[in-house]
Nanobody, 120 residues
Framework: QVQLVESGGGLVQAGGSLRLSCVAS????????MGWHRQPPGKQRELVAA???????????NYADSVKGRFTISRDNAKNTVYLQMDSLKPEDTAVYYC??????????WGQGTQVTVSS
């Protein structure tokens, strides 16, 4: 099993920045991919960014079109932590952000979520 704990959410003005962190514990050696999803008020959860083991140099990153060029996902294996640097935030980025870890065996784990609110 894997446990995920997110932090770093909060209230920020449009154009500002926030950095989310997600610390993983447990069977971290089996994690193949980690990502950030978000769920805006009244909407479905959607993928924001993912970092996947493999590729060049060692990981591949994917981003939703709506955040490309503004958000950056990164991973620190020594700290078992994945980050989401969010710049040029917009009010439509307001959502609960969830960290996700997918094991190579296919199991999925979720964090408890952290609120990000962007004021106009």
């Amino acid at each position: 099993q894997v446990q995920l704990v997110e932090s770093g959410g909060g209230l920020v003005q449009a154009g500002g920045s926030l950095r989310l962190s997600c610390v993983a514990s447990g069977s971290t050696g089996s994690i193949g991919a980690m990502g950030w999803h978000r769920q805006p008020p009244g909407k479905q959860r959607e993928l924001v960014a993912a970092i996947i083991r493999g590729g060049t140099p060692n990981y591949t990153t994917n981003y939703a079109d709506s955040v490309k060029g503004r958000f950056t996902i990164s991973r620190d294996n020594a700290k078992n932590t994945v980050y989401l640097q969010m710049d040029s935030l917009k009010p439509e980025d307001t959502a609960v952000y969830y960290c996700n870890a997918q094991l190579i065996q296919g199991y999925n784990y979720w964090g408890q979520g952290t609120q990000v609110t962007v004021s106009s």
